[in-house]
């Protein structure tokens, strides 16, 4: 945007003791009224990119001034540098149904891992660098570096298979499955280690699954435990995630009681 190019220039040619001045002792910036009200990233949803596909989503700002919005830029910023820039030229801004001084701006963004993107030590909490500009000859203007938070996380995956099947009631069941997640710089998923996961229940003719017990992941990202057999119904194992996985839950594998 116009007034952004200008300040972005003016730090570069700030100098203290002959080394560029930090851009952070700049951070935030408003002439006039105008506000930033709302920001939605994905929907409200954490950004989950997977081992070998592409993402798309978007961000959504809502800005106010007496004079309306003319435009935004929307930059993302994560762990380790990591940067995301909108794939479309410019966010598009509309004007509010309900007042004209009112516009939420979008813009669109593309992950893709294979062309790096994103790399793993940027999985985590980010941030939305906005700066909107109002109409007017004023130049009113907000920028703020962090307008709003969210997480780009690695997506995880789960297997489950309970056995024998089918089985005599007050046996033994033993259930096993695999924890792996999105390596996004080889492009595979990779076994995730010392993760507790729940092993959860469901009834057959139930609709919602209850924890039976927990357990870890071992090195190679395996999952192994027993059960007593009672009645017909579903095991699956269930991983909470962190901050830098997405959490999952694995498909049901009935179990036959007889």
Same mark, same amino acid.
């Given at each position: ?29 408003? %002439? ?40 935004? %830029?929307?930059?993302?910023?994560? +762990?380790?540098?990591?940067? *995301? ?21 979008? =813009? ?13 030590? %940027? ?6 660098? =906005? ?26 995956? *789960?297997?489950?298979?309970?056995? +024998?099947? +089918? ?83 694995? =498909? ?7």
């Amino acid at each position: 945007m116009r007034k952004r190019t200008t300040t972005v220039a003016l730090l570069a040619a700030f100098t203290v003791a002959g080394a560029a001045l930090a851009p952070a002792a700049f951070a935030d910036g408003v %002439e006039g009224d105008t506000k930033i009200t709302k920001v939605v990233v994905n929907g409200g949803k954490n950004v989950v990119v997977g081992a070998a596909t592409v993402k798309k989503f978007t961000v959504s700002v809502t800005a106010t001034d007496d004079q309306g919005i003319a435009g935004a %830029e929307i930059d993302l910023y994560g +762990p380790n540098d990591g940067l *995301l820039i909108s794939t479309s030229a410019a966010a598009k801004c509309v004007v509010s149904s309900t007042s004209a001084t009112t516009s939420t701006c979008t =813009a669109t963004y593309s992950v893709d891992p294979r062309v790096a993107d994103v790399f793993n030590n %940027e999985a985590g909490n980010w941030v939305v660098d =906005a700066w909107v500009d109002a109409n007017g000859d004023d130049s009113n203007y907000v920028w703020k570096e962090n307008a709003g938070s969210f997480k780009v996380q690695r997506a995880s995956q *789960l297997t489950v298979n309970a056995a +024998p099947e +089918p089985v005599v009631k007050g046996k033994t069941i033993t259930v096993t499955g695999k924890l792996t997640r999105a390596n996004w710089e080889t492009g595979k998923n990779v076994a995730l280690a010392n993760q507790s996961v729940a092993l959860q229940f469901r009834k057959a003719g139930t609709t919602t699954y209850t924890n039976v017990k927990g357990i870890k992941s071992t090195s190679t990202g395996a999952l192994k435990t027993t059960v007593k057999a009672s009645v017909d119904g579903y095991y699956r194992y269930s991983y909470a995630g962190i901050t830098t996985t997405a959490g999952v839950s694995a =498909a049901g594998d009935y179990i036959d009681v007889r």
